[in-house]
């Protein structure tokens, strides 16, 4: 099988604009203790890893080492009370390590990323949503792992009073007609998701979005 060719089911989380941050240690605590079995059972394969663009005041890069799927790495990259040298970006965090994927030829077991709408660029707009969330799990996994995903996933929407809160069934990526492969779903958040370039000016519709999605409602 090739990498990009594993199954995923691939849930899209956007937050409300005032919602508290995931990247908040209170927030993201107890919502990455809702996947540790998850990534308990990727770790079959390798141990995650996680990776976060983060910068001071001064917009130098923040410097966090090597950072796994533990509470001792949760602790160095979320902010607390009294974190005022950094500016949260973005999140990656990968079932098992994108180096272990890399080397296996196979896609993740599980993958999660987090932006911060409010740092692409859009300082002073009006924003719909402040956070965007696109989670997916390897379908090979099972049902139950698929549902342990969603009830947590879920429970997050509810929390952040999410304006979209959505799921669809893609694999990995496309082949590229150039070799390897293209529209990958780690590329999502950041670029892959939307029609315009600024989605906060257009409404929220089918039309907005690069690709299907089905809406969630409340549990």
Given at each position: ?219
């Amino acid at each position: 099988m090739a990498f990009f060719s594993r199954d995923y089911e691939v849930f899209l989380l956007l937050a409300a604009p005032d919602a508290a941050p995931l990247w908040e240690s209170a927030q993201w605590t107890p919502f990455a203790a809702s996947l540790d079995g998850i990534v308990a059972q990727a770790g079959t394969r390798g141990k995650a890893g996680v990776r976060s663009l983060q910068y001071t005041p001064k917009g130098k890069p923040v410097s966090f080492g090597r950072l796994g799927w533990d509470e001792k790495s949760h602790a160095k990259w979320t902010h607390g009370p009294a974190t005022t040298e950094a500016r949260f970006m973005s999140l990656e965090a990968w079932a098992p390590a994108w180096t272990i994927c890399e080397k296996d030829g196979q896609a993740p077991d599980l993958f999660l990323a987090l932006v911060n709408e409010s740092l692409l660029g859009l300082a002073g707009k009006p924003l719909q949503f402040g956070q965007r969330l696109v989670c997916a799990i390897a379908t090979d996994l099972g049902p139950a792992a698929a549902a342990t995903v969603r009830q947590s996933l879920a429970q997050l929407a509810a929390q952040q009073d999410a304006v979209i809160f959505a799921h669809t069934r893609r694999q990995w990526g496309s082949a590229s007609p150039y070799g390897g492969f293209t529209h990958a779903i780690q590329d999502m958040p950041i670029g892959g998701l939307f029609r315009q370039d600024d989605p906060h000016a257009h409404p929220l519709d089918g039309e907005a979005f690069s690709e299907p999605w089905t809406r969630i409602g409340p549990a």
